[in-house]
């Protein structure tokens, strides 16, 4: 049974950083050729719909939205079975509730569709 839970959310002024983590159960992090799992980190602002920010492939690649490339870092810790997204120089329109998603394929970008889905952690970003 996947099981994604996010955590690391908060409340801080424009500017800030903050990191998120999502704790990973049901499956490994590192590559597998017969079970490789693609991880993501969605965002959804207040009365919008939720949008991918950034992936990352057991191999390694990632891809990021342009709202926060070179802003935003996904990495991963295989053996904490933990995934990260380092979110740095916040600003408001960062606010929203932040997803840790998770789905079973080898080309990974934040387009794709996902089937696993934490409970999300929220962030507020205040000007």
């Known amino acids: 049974q996947v099981v994604l839970v996010e955590s690391g959310g908060g409340s801080v002024p424009a500017g800030s950083s903050l990191t998120l983590s999502c704790a990973v159960s049901g499956f490994a992090l590192t590559y597998n050729p017969y079970s490789t799992y693609c991880m993501g980190w969605f965002h959804q602002a207040p009365g919008k719909s939720r949008e991918g920010v950034a992936a990352?492939?057991?191999?390694?690649?990632?891809t990021y939205a342009a709202a926060v490339k070179g802003r935003f870092t996904i990495s991963r810790d295989n053996d904490k079975h933990t995934l990260y997204l380092q979110l740095n120089n916040l600003r408001p329109e960062d606010t929203g509730k932040y997803y840790c998603?998770?789905?079973?394929?080898?080309?990974?970008?934040?387009?794709?569709?996902?089937?696993?889905w934490g409970p999300g952690t929220q962030v507020t970003v205040s000007s």
């Open positions: 990352s492939g057991a191999d390694g690649t990632t």
């Open positions: 998603a998770a789905v079973q394929r080898r080309d990974c970008s934040h387009s794709n569709p996902f089937l696993y």
